[in-house]
């Protein structure tokens, strides 16, 4: 089945800098590669997801790359600001509507 | 709009007693996931419903565990007999389902701690 793993598993930087977390993903077949953004005591939410036919995608401060080839993909936030930090889940999926195989979570510090 | 609603929002269990779990999807939502999420850990996959079937329950750790779906709507995951290791946060999630973008929307989770 499909294993995803993500680096680091905390990430310290000063406001303003820019913050990358890795993913990586094992089942050949996944073609849909959502962002989740978890906040002290709530539900992860949605920030911003690729699907396997686009390389790269951007939402104001946020983009995300996929390498197909080498089975990657990363997030990239810039700009930090201390409201980003949070944890940060990377997952994958192989078929639509079908469940989500998710990372073990980047903790996210913005220092001011 | 209401979003996914799950209780209890924290439940302190003896070992050895069971425990019910309670999630009510939006409405809408054909799809509906369960995940727990050990301290300081990912979010592991138990079970996954469309409607009121349940195509992949591949995540349940076992026998111990057991969700239903009723309706199409309201699901409850049960542990029988907790153990300590059965202590996480366990979360809902649902979505449209199939043939749309497979947004999950969580719930904030129901605490669980067995003592």
């Known amino acids: 089945g499909e294993n995803v793993e993500q680096h680091p598993s905390t990430l310290s930087v000063q406001e303003g800098d820019s913050a990358v977390i890795k993913c990586t993903y094992s089942d050949s077949a996944s073609n849909y590669f959502p962002w989740y953004k978890q906040e002290l005591g709530k539900g992860p939410q949605l920030i911003i997801d690729i699907r396997s036919n686009v390389g790269e995608k951007k939402d104001q401060r946020i983009a995300v790359t996929l390498n197909k080839t080498a089975k990657h993909f990363s997030l990239h936030i810039t700009e930090t600001q201390p409201e980003d930090s949070a944890v940060y889940f990377c997952a994958a999926r192989a078929n639509q509507g079908g469940k989500l195989i998710f990372g073990q979570g980047t903790e996210l510090s913005v220092k001011p | 709009g209401a979003g996914v609603s799950q209780s209890p929002s924290n439940k302190v269990t003896e070992k050895g007693k069971d425990v019910e779990l309670r999630c009510d999807p939006i409405?809408?939502?054909?799809?509906l996931y369960w995940y727990r999420q050990s301290l300081g850990q990912g979010l592991e996959f138990l079970i996954y419903f469309q409607g009121n079937s349940a195509p992949d329950k591949s995540g349940l750790p076992s026998d111990r565990f057991s969700a239903e779906r009723t309706g199409g709507s309201v699901s409850t995951l049960t542990i029988q007999r907790t153990q300590q290791e059965d202590s996480a946060v366990y979360l809902c999630?649902?979505?449209?389902?199939?043939?749309?973008?497979?947004?999950?929307?969580f719930g904030e989770g129901s605490r669980l701690t067995v003592l």
């Open positions: 409405s809408g939502h054909t799809a």
């Open positions: 999630a649902s979505s449209l389902g199939s043939g749309n973008t497979g947004e999950l929307f």
